[in-house]
């Protein structure tokens, strides 16, 4: 059980491969799929999530330096892109299955 | 020549690089990735292996070690700096090298004697070597698949930055064959396959990846 005493803001930084990015695992996840008898699968690409948490409230301010964040270190723009999300921590699962 | 080798939390070679610098005539400075300091070197090589645990990707986060501002800043001003394996994959998140490098595109890890075949003679790392010459050295990598856009490809290819390319076999899916790119100066060099592995006739492929280093007394001496 996890008390918050603040507000806790979470923001989300999606990374994945540019599309003419060969992604290797993604393929092999596709692959694998057929296998475990999962059909249909035209494709699979696989990318990395981060979830940073700020405390108060994500202003203007923030998201400019999340989005510096994802565009010097989290991602190289030479071979992905990124998205950036603020997730509602009230809805926010504790436990996603 | 004074020559810095850096070790990062995860360098594999860099005592090869070390050793490679010695028997190529020149003098290694061992050199610390947390240290902002070059020591007074008069070239740096950035070694292969696992900087970092090659967390978020390869080279990511030893871009920012404190001493990478210092190999950007001199490299910018022409310092010559050869990154091997692990160290080309620093050079392209660093931006000192154009494009990338992905895992291999079969998947599997690679360790093999490597030819290649020598594009470019007029860095200071490749001098030794006579234009076309074929040299086979050890190439070990899990992510050596080189990308660029098409574009950027064009551009290396036409202006000659291609310091090296696979022959027989591509071992990693990389673009057009490149095993190894330099900048448009040409005093920045990266390359997958790893010269410091071939210097002597005990240990390696033989002493193809010698030229690496001999090229640099050559060039301190001209």
Redesign the interface.
């Known amino acids: 059980m996890t008390t918050r005493l603040c507000d806790v803001a979470r923001v989300v930084v999606a990374v994945m491969?540019k599309p003419?990015?060969?992604d290797?695992?993604g393929?092999?996840v596709q692959g694998a799929l057929p296998r475990l008898g999962f059909a249909g699968v035209t494709d699979v690409r696989q990318g990395k999530r981060f979830e940073i948490e700020f405390d108060g409230e994500v202003t203007a301010a923030v998201l400019a330096e999340v989005d510096q964040m994802a565009e010097t270190?989290?991602s190289?723009p030479?071979?992905e892109n990124y998205t950036v999300t603020v997730e509602d921590s009230e809805s926010a699962p504790e436990n996603a299955q | 020549m004074k020559v810095g080798v850096v070790t990062f939390p995860g360098s594999l070679d860099d005592t090869d690089a070390q050793r490679a610098v010695r028997l190529g005539g020149n003098e290694a400075v061992a050199l610390w990735h947390g240290d902002a300091d070059l020591k007074g070197v008069d070239a740096v090589v950035l070694p292969g292996g696992f900087s970092y645990g090659d967390y978020?990707?390869c080279g990511?986060?030893s871009r920012?070690a404190p001493v990478m501002t210092e190999v950007v800043e001199a490299a910018r001003a022409g310092m010559p700096v050869l990154g091997i394996c692990n160290g080309f994959q620093i050079l392209?998140?660093s931006h000192l090298l154009?494009?990338?490098l992905?895992?291999?595109?079969?998947?599997k890890f690679v360790c093999r004697d490597q030819l290649l075949r020598i594009e470019n003679t007029r860095t200071p790392w490749t001098s030794a070597y006579s234009e076309g010459q074929e040299i086979r050295i050890v190439l070990k990598n899990g992510e050596g698949?080189f990308?660029?856009?098409a574009e950027t490809l064009a551009r290396i290819e036409g202006e000659g930055q291609v310091l090296a390319r696979y022959l027989e076999v591509n071992p990693n899916?990389s673009m057009n064959d490149i095993a190894g790119i330099t900048n448009e100066r040409g005093n920045v060099v990266g390359l997958m396959p790893h010269p410091e592995h071939s210097v002597e006739e005990l240990t390696g492929s033989g002493t193809d990846g010698l030229g690496f280093f001999t090229s640099l007394a050559a060039a301190a001496l001209g």
Do not use: Y
Not at chain 2, 102 to 107: A, G, P, T, W
């Open positions: 491969p003419e990015i060969l290797p695992q393929k092999a270190l989290l190289n030479v071979i | 978020l990707r990511a986060i920012f392209c998140e154009p494009g990338a992905i895992r291999n595109d079969h998947r698949g990308v660029a856009d899916g």
